[in-house]
């Protein structure tokens, strides 16, 4: 019997705003489609969190026994600055300042994205199909909505009729926004854009002659809106009527909720049952921004290159830290949160290499099945990895119990907690247990190094700074550098 079976898994829907019971539309398959990232700069961390969520997401379902087709697009054309229907190509603007080539824009950030993906030990998605090899079906999805009435066409670009198609469905029910205050809210046209109305959004933009990047159409050379490549793709790849369309919050309005009213006028149906949504990061409890300085760069992390954090951290330790968050919940990355979730990985790993030295007694004091359950029971609670992780610690606790004495386990049970361990830490959570942070050494190694940095601090205490030197020249000299903060000495393996 597959694991789907079994367990109760629990998904909150944007749609609705509550959690409700997960049913897929064909027994044992699920559709997924995940908006993936505009290629014209690195990726950055909240990107990374956004698409962590998913991997983690997609990992569980499939560890359940589900076979899923897992959607995730690259978008390479149509996405206009400010995410707005005016303004230049994000690629093309790139390319110009740069003097390249548009795809070559894109072949350098497509390829940033896949190896910062790699490092943190994200699967692959079952499909990544692009904007731009998908103009046809676009066009034909464009042909399907003005047959229908709810596009027009002026001067070669062609617009979506909110209002018109507002009248008889529902424009909002996703962000919980109502037509009239958008209205309200927005500022008048100017005369000079073809929009009937502020609110309306583009299908297809005729293409300026300075535009690089462009297609022929029915309507005019140009390129497709932006929210129109996830409809085209994710219907095409998945059916017109899928499982679950997830994304960062931000994408919710408007872009997640044009994808409906696109899919609702061509289709005549809603797209998705269930709609899910990963929350923002921010960073020293500020939004991230390049202009303040108050950012990384998630390569950065593992060299320890920047200002915000005391030393380097391996993918794993940082995938960790952000797995200690719901998917839901804002995330603050900070250097003290990255420094605790070291220590906790760390002894997460420690107690790995004291379970597979586990002697079996005939008997077991701990209650190991149920205590496997309460790892379900977080999963099935709409992905819950806090909780998760909350319950590996708990394993944690009785794996130390046993070795000292206190606690005994049976065959059976011993078999149980080492794979479910084993399931949830690198299966589930997509842990990885890399060279310099193997059991059977970090905690060792970890132990000697603060003994010397404990001996140097003596050492500058009693102005003996020959000896405080020496000591941090010569960790320096086999790999280890020592930094110096308010917060005390940290050190860092090269």
Known sequence: MQLYKEQHLKIYNSL????????????????????????YSNVHLGNVRTFMSFDVIFRYLRHLGYKVRYVRNITDAGHLENDADSGEDRIAKKARLEEIEPMEVVQRYTVDFHNILNAFNFLPPSIEPTATGHIIEQIELIKNIIDNGYAYVVNGSVYFDVHKFNASNDYGKLSKRKLEDLIHNTRELDGQSDKKNPQDFALWKR???QHIMRWPSPWSDGFPGWHLECTAMSTKYLGEHFDIHGGGMDLKFPHHECEIAQNEAAKGQSPVNYWMHANMLIMNGKKMAKSTGNYILPGEIFTGDNPNISKAYSPSVARFFMLQAHYRSILDFTNEGLLASEKGFNRLMEALSVLNGLSAAERSTIAIKAWKQKCYDAMNDDFNSPILIAQLFEAVKYINQIKDGKASISAEDLNVLKVTMQVFIFDVLGLEQSSETSPSGQGKLEGAVEILI?????????????????????????????????DGTTFSIN
């Open 16 to 39: 609705s705003g509550q959690k409700e019971d997960f049913s897929p539309i064909n027994e044992g398959h699920i559709g997924m489609y995940v908006c993936g990232p505009t290629v």
């Open 207 to 209: 293409a300026e002659p």
């Open 454 to 486: 404990k001996l140097r601090q003596e050492a500058r205490v009693n102005k003996d700074f020959a000896l405080s030197d020496k000591i941090r020249d010569e960790l320096a000299a086999v790999g280890i550098q020592l930094k110096d903060g308010k």
